[in-house]
Nanobody, 125 residues
Framework: QVQLAESGGGLAQAGGSLRLSCAASLRSFSMYAMAWFRQTPGKEREFVALTSWGGGTTMYADSVKGRFTISRDNAKNTVALEMNSLKPEDTAVYYC??????????????????WGQGTQVTVSS
């Protein structure tokens, strides 16, 4: 059974940093595009960042570009999201997602096959 387990969420002050991690129980992990999304109550799940399978391509939402960095460690089956210069509007539940094996995916949450349970990030002003 595939599992994606996020960790590292919590409370930070505006201007601070947090690092999220996602551990994936996926065979051939390197062949999955991985992404982070976030969601606040009453809103649709929002794309944050992705890394292509193989890690050669990354993509970011405009709202986080220059502040967040996505990275993957294929040897450890993990993907991380380094979040710097946090803002109160970054407050959300953050989800790790994996695309179908060997497929390129984009910003649409419908593209992704597997999801974690989410981790809460709260940024105080």
């Amino acid at each position: 059974q595939v599992q994606l387990a996020e960790s590292g969420g919590g409370l930070a002050q505006a201007g601070g940093s947090l690092r999220l991690s996602c551990a994936a129980s996926l065979r051939s992990f390197s062949m999955y595009a991985m992404a982070w999304f976030r969601q606040t109550p009453g809103k649709e799940r929002e794309f944050v960042a992705l890394t292509s399978w193989g890690g050669g391509t990354t993509m970011y939402a405009d709202s986080v570009k220059g502040r967040f960095t996505i990275s993957r460690d294929n040897a450890k089956n993990t993907v991380a999201l380094e979040m710097n210069s946090l803002k109160p509007e970054d407050t959300a539940v953050y989800y790790c997602a994996a695309g179908p094996l060997g497929h390129m995916v984009g910003r649409d949450f419908g593209d992704y096959e597997y999801w974690g349970q989410g981790t809460q990030v709260t940024v105080s002003s």
